[in-house]
Protein backbone atom coordinates (compact mmCIF):
# COMPACT_ATOMS: atom_id res chain seq x y z
CA UNK A 1 0.00 0.00 0.00
CA UNK A 2 0.60 3.42 -0.88
CA UNK A 3 0.75 6.39 1.58
CA UNK A 4 -1.52 9.15 0.10
CA UNK A 5 -0.95 13.07 -0.10
CA UNK A 6 -3.84 13.89 1.23
CA UNK A 7 -5.57 16.03 4.41
CA UNK A 8 -5.51 12.68 6.71
CA UNK A 9 -2.17 11.89 6.39
CA UNK A 10 -2.57 8.11 7.93
CA UNK A 11 -4.53 7.19 4.53
CA UNK A 12 -3.33 4.31 2.52
CA UNK A 13 -3.59 3.25 -1.06
CA UNK A 14 -3.79 0.14 -2.82
CA UNK A 15 -1.89 -0.10 -5.82
CA UNK A 16 -5.25 -0.23 -7.54
CA UNK A 17 -6.65 2.77 -5.44
CA UNK A 18 -3.41 4.57 -6.52
CA UNK A 19 -3.70 4.16 -10.32
CA UNK A 20 -7.18 4.77 -9.95
CA UNK A 21 -6.08 8.33 -8.33
CA UNK A 22 -3.54 9.06 -10.76
CA UNK A 23 -5.68 8.70 -13.70
CA UNK A 24 -8.16 10.89 -12.40
CA UNK A 25 -5.39 13.76 -11.79
CA UNK A 26 -4.04 13.27 -15.55
CA UNK A 27 -7.75 13.55 -16.52
CA UNK A 28 -8.19 16.95 -14.78
CA UNK A 29 -4.74 18.16 -16.31
CA UNK A 30 -6.68 17.31 -19.94
CA UNK A 31 -9.38 18.91 -19.05
CA UNK A 32 -7.36 21.93 -18.00
CA UNK A 33 -6.37 22.23 -21.72
CA UNK A 34 -9.38 21.19 -23.31
CA UNK A 35 -9.24 17.60 -23.53
CA UNK A 36 -10.35 14.40 -21.69
CA UNK A 37 -9.27 10.81 -20.81
CA UNK A 38 -11.92 9.50 -23.00
CA UNK A 39 -10.28 11.49 -26.03
CA UNK A 40 -7.72 8.96 -26.17
CA UNK A 41 -9.13 5.52 -26.56
CA UNK A 42 -5.81 3.54 -25.43
CA UNK A 43 -5.56 5.38 -22.26
CA UNK A 44 -6.83 3.52 -18.75
CA UNK A 45 -9.97 5.59 -17.38
CA UNK A 46 -10.16 5.97 -13.76
CA UNK A 47 -12.70 5.27 -11.34
CA UNK A 48 -11.82 7.44 -8.78
CA UNK A 49 -14.78 9.38 -7.09
CA UNK A 50 -13.51 12.73 -5.23
CA UNK A 51 -15.96 12.93 -2.15
CA UNK A 52 -14.23 16.20 -0.26
CA UNK A 53 -16.53 18.27 -2.13
CA UNK A 54 -18.72 16.01 -3.90
CA UNK A 55 -16.61 15.35 -7.33
CA UNK A 56 -17.12 18.92 -8.20
CA UNK A 57 -14.67 20.09 -10.64
CA UNK A 58 -14.78 23.47 -10.81
CA UNK A 59 -14.83 23.80 -6.79
CA UNK A 60 -11.98 21.82 -6.80
CA UNK A 61 -9.94 23.99 -9.56
CA UNK A 62 -11.19 27.09 -7.69
CA UNK A 63 -9.50 25.70 -4.40
CA UNK A 64 -6.15 24.90 -6.05
CA UNK A 65 -4.80 28.40 -6.61
CA UNK A 66 -1.56 28.64 -5.66
CA UNK A 67 -2.56 31.44 -3.22
CA UNK A 68 0.65 32.34 -1.87
CA UNK A 69 1.84 33.15 -5.97
CA UNK A 70 -1.97 35.17 -6.45
CA UNK A 71 -1.10 37.60 -3.19
CA UNK A 72 2.31 38.40 -4.49
CA UNK A 73 0.94 39.26 -7.71
CA UNK A 74 -2.08 41.45 -6.26
CA UNK A 75 0.42 43.24 -4.25
CA UNK A 76 2.98 44.22 -7.35
CA UNK A 77 -0.18 45.12 -9.22
CA UNK A 78 -1.94 47.13 -6.57
CA UNK A 79 1.19 49.65 -6.75
CA UNK A 80 -0.09 50.73 -10.43
CA UNK A 81 -4.27 51.31 -9.43
CA UNK A 82 -5.50 53.97 -10.73
CA UNK A 83 -7.57 56.07 -8.23
CA UNK A 84 -11.05 54.38 -9.13
CA UNK A 85 -9.25 51.11 -9.49
CA UNK A 86 -7.40 51.35 -5.76
CA UNK A 87 -11.14 52.44 -4.31
CA UNK A 88 -12.90 49.27 -5.74
CA UNK A 89 -10.33 46.92 -5.19
CA UNK A 90 -10.66 48.08 -0.99
CA UNK A 91 -13.88 47.91 -0.85
CA UNK A 92 -14.07 44.72 -2.52
CA UNK A 93 -11.06 43.19 -0.41
CA UNK A 94 -13.01 45.10 2.31
CA UNK A 95 -16.70 43.43 1.66
CA UNK A 96 -14.12 39.86 1.63
CA UNK A 97 -12.46 40.62 5.01
CA UNK A 98 -15.52 41.13 6.64
CA UNK A 99 -17.26 38.35 4.84
CA UNK A 100 -20.25 40.64 4.02
CA UNK A 101 -21.41 38.22 0.92
CA UNK A 102 -21.66 41.86 -1.27
CA UNK A 103 -22.39 41.42 -5.15
CA UNK A 104 -20.41 43.27 -7.41
CA UNK A 105 -20.57 44.17 -11.16
CA UNK A 106 -17.00 45.65 -12.38
Known amino acids: MTRCECVDPTVTLSEHALKDRALYEIDRVFMRNGHHL ?10 Y ?11 EEELAYD ?9 NVE ?8 NA ?4 LNVVT ?3 GK ?3 V
Do not use: M
Open 103 to 105: LFL
Open 67 to 75: QHSLTLDAN
Open 38 to 47: EDFPTLPKSN
Open 79 to 86: DRFNDDQH
Open 49 to 59: IPSVHGGNRLV
Open 89 to 92: YETI
Open 98 to 100: NKE
